[in-house]
């Protein structure tokens, strides 16, 4: 074989090592349907809505937020601008147990009497204490508006919306955790908590970490660089 072409099987193999490592899945998200069952001021009340949950890697840990593709319960009388606030529990499950509460914004518009009630995007931080895969799915929302509680509860055993592999803080892997990873609600509009929306922002999904893999890629590429870098000499003195 001519030194041209192991020179460029060489950068082939090098090449698709690079495409498979980056390409390894870290993450699944999918939207869930959740039937929630609320018990308001005036009696029970109950939706389905589709759920997305996201996981941004932000320093040790992640912001997560939780959306809401429909509304939820609804009020006999008109929510003016800034009268609705909710929060949410997301439930952890896998590798680590516990809670994490989301927390959103104030309603930004009036929302009609006998209307769903929309639901703004609730966010929160999420800081593992162990390593692996962790499940996040939906769990109580609570809607706070005109000095009453609506309290929403999922029926339906909804499954997770999002699974992130991760790294522990402090390194430690398997088993679950009675109060689960470091939270805290995020600072939005008129709620408070310990979010930050500071860091990188990998999207969630398999391609969670591809900035991290791509890393890992460009070393096998190094690696098959060097190799070309071999048979190329190594021709050069059989040549000679």
């Not at 840990?61 to 009388?77: A, H, N």
């Not at 922002?201 to 060097?226: E, H, K």
């Amino acid at each position: 074989m001519s030194n041209q072409k192991r020179t460029t099987l060489a950068l082939a193999a090098a090449l698709a090592g690079s495409i498979v490592v980056a390409g390894a899945p870290a993450a699944h998200a999918e939207v869930v349907d959740v039937n929630y069952q609320c018990v308001t001021p005036i009696g029970p009340k109950g939706a389905v809505s589709p759920i997305d949950i996201k996981g941004v890697k932000s320093g040790d840990g992640y912001k997560l937020t939780m959306s809401f593709q429909k509304g939820v319960s609804s009020s006999p009388v008109e929510l003016g601008k800034g009268a609705m606030n909710p929060s949410a529990v997301i439930e952890l499950g896998g590798a680590e147990q516990g809670k994490v509460q989301v927390t959103g914004p104030a309603n930004s518009e009036a929302i009609p009497a006998n209307t769903p009630i929309k639901i703004s995007d609730l966010s929160g931080t999420y800081t593992p204490k162990k390593s692996g895969k962790v499940t996040f799915t939906a769990g109580v929302l609570t809607i706070k508006a005109l000095g009453t509680t609506t309290t929403c509860t999922p029926k339906n055993s909804p499954g997770p919306s999002l699974e992130l592999d991760v790294q522990g803080v402090g390194g430690s892997s398997g088993g679950g955790s009675d109060d689960g990873g470091s939270t805290g609600g995020a600072s939005t509009g008129g709620s408070t908590g310990g979010a930050s929306g500071g860091g990188e922002l990998p999207r969630t999904g398999p391609l969670d970490s591809a900035a991290a893999l791509g890393t890992l890629g460009g070393t096998v590429l190094l690696t098959g660089a060097a190799g070309v870098l071999w048979l190329t000499r190594r021709g050069q003195r059989s040549a000679g």
